[in-house]
């Protein structure tokens, strides 16, 4: 009995022994899962936390952006109103002074027939100079037939052979 009782003892301590260590590395591998699971954690809260930082940068620097913007244009209406008035210095005390308008403009439109020389304006009358745009080709003669005739470019035994 003393031998049944001690190998029944020893079958326990070996099950107890490979249980302890089969719960014993689950738990280590539970462990692993959760320290990664730790790590991704902080890892995300890091990478929010530099994208909050990032936009609130951008946010500042288009802030800081319109304000230059408002400043230019504010500098420039100053500036334009400035321009647009003439200095005290050029003002004249009577209006008789003041010197004549001009009642003749530059233009980009053809002078009128009078102002242009003569040999200019028998060039320019010329009938063969200037003409519109075609958008055919014009005939020799007035008997040719046209490109959109029925029998254009047929010759004379072709076209008496044709039904």
């Known amino acids: ?15 107890g022994a490979l249980g302890c260590f089969l ?22 809260t890091a990478y929010r936390e530099n994208v909050n930082t990032h936009f609130n940068s951008t946010a500042e620097m288009v802030n800081t952006l319109t304000q230059n913007y408002l400043a230019v244009q504010k500098h420039l ?4 109103d400035s321009f647009a008035e003439p200095p005290k210095s050029f003002k004249l005390d009577t209006p008789n ?3 004549r308008k001009k009642t003749e403009f530059i233009s980009l439109e053809a002078k009128p027939k ?14 063969d100079t200037v ?5 055919y080709a014009p005939k020799s003669n007035t008997a040719d037939k046209g490109t959109l005739s029925e029998d254009y470019g047929l010759h004379d035994s072709q076209a008496k052979t044709t039904p």
Do not use: H, W
């Open 1 to 15: 009995m003393e031998s049944v009782t001690l190998v029944a003892f020893l079958a326990g301590l070996v099950l």
């Open 23 to 44: 719960i014993m590395n689950k738990a280590k591998t539970q462990s692993n899962i959760e320290q990664q699971l730790r790590e991704l954690q902080e890892e995300f």
């Open 77 to 80: 209406e100053t500036a334009a």
């Open 97 to 99: 002074k003041l010197p």
């Open 114 to 127: 009078e102002s242009l020389p003569e040999e200019a304006d028998a060039e320019f009358n010329a009938e």
């Open 131 to 135: 003409q519109a745009p075609r958008d």
